[in-house]
């Protein structure tokens, strides 16, 4: 799915600020005192973080940060030979979902999952399964994308109001960077 709309540098960084602004501080503090007071620091306790292409590279970069500067056992799929494979074998819509099987995700891990559109249908099935075994998720979405969730004591979504995948895309970055930020221990 290309989206074809232009907007001027000027109306991308106003629109990217204006979004920034408008984080909700309730999903911030929740987001970080659960990773503060579970996760960091518990070998036992495991961060999975998803998402497709420039999605895909923001989970990455998000997992180094926090094994690296905080001591949080991150994970994402950024092996290709595996993930090609288990797209091959169980579908596209189905390659999280292995992945986190594989993993022997439970209901004392945490999945961050990223869609710009918010419609990816690997990522749902993915959030889906972690919900249905009672572990934390937190849904970033962007565009059209929906709550899919009615348990909201672990279950988090934070909704990016943009249908500019550089927008969403970026503002997603600069929430979970903050919640690194505020999280690093070297």
Known sequence: ?????????????????????????????????????EYQFDSNKRLFIIGNGGSAAIAEHIATDLIKRCKVQAHTLSNNS???????????????????????????????????SGKSEN??????????????????????????????DKNIYLHIPSDNYGVVELTTEIFLHGIVESLVIE
């Open 1 to 37: 799915m290309d989206n074809k709309k232009t907007i001027s540098p000027e109306q991308y960084y106003q629109d990217v600020s204006l979004k920034i602004l408008n984080f909700s501080k309730d999903v911030i503090d929740k987001v970080e005192k659960i990773l503060l007071t």
């Open 82 to 116: 595996l993930a090609t494979a288990l797209t091959n074998d169980y579908k596209h819509e189905n390659g999280f979902l292995q992945w986190l099987k594989m993993y022997n995700f439970t209901e004392n891990d945490f999945l961050i999952a990223i869609s710009s």
């Open 123 to 152: 990522v749902l099935n993915a959030i889906q399964y972690a919900e249905s075994i009672g572990s934390y998720t937190l849904s970033i979405f962007g565009m059209n994308g929906v709550k899919t969730t009615s348990n909201i």
